[in-house]
């Protein structure tokens, strides 16, 4: 089974990407699925449904949407050879811009919305340094040259990375970008391999329920800032 990561900020257009790739592959109905991690809630499941995509969601809650991810990834590749997928997708929300749900040797898309604003790329972090493929959605909305700069900020920050300008709504590009999916290996196993990047490094005592505000009930891996005059 081909296994792809698609990661992005929120309502950067994630599932559109997904849907309108997955109908210019050509493959048989019910061959793609994809796995959606979300925080608290999410109705991309009526879209994959609607379209005949099996699919399942599942939600961090309290949790990093990273630790999440990883914790789960291993289980969501079993569904999908319980499903005999030929390709599993997992869609990823990043919603604190550090994150980076990526793992070697995995195909990994970031999908980012070039509304955003033009400085939005060296601002994501991570999520967009690390990926493969960087898909840049509602690029038909603005001008050619706010694209021009859109594109030349994502190679500032990842100069390895494609950069395909994707429409969400006619599926222009997506053609593009079904290739890079088609040409992936399958995947036997995630054992042994890695994260391109490390998870957001906390663990506090926030982190694990706190809710009282003070130095006396901050305990654990802590960042202060400094402040000057």
Known sequence: MKLITVAGPPSSGKTSVILKTIAALGLPKRSVGVVK???LTSFDNVRYSENDVPVQTGFAGKICPDHFFVTNIEGA???GRKKNLSMLITESAGLCNRCSPYIRGILSVCVIDNLSGVNTPRKIGPMLKYADIVVVTKGDIVS???RE???FNIKEVNSNAKVIFVNGITGQGT???AKYFSEVPEVDTLKDRT???TMPAAICSYCTGETRIGDYYQLGMLKK????D
């Open 225 to 228: 800032m400094e402040y000057g």
């Open 195 to 197: 994260l391109r990047f």
């Open 37 to 39: 991690f979300d925080s």
């Open 149 to 151: 700069v859109f594109a």
């Open 144 to 146: 050619q040259a706010e």
């Open 175 to 177: 053609f593009a970008l």
């Open 77 to 79: 590749m079993k569904w």
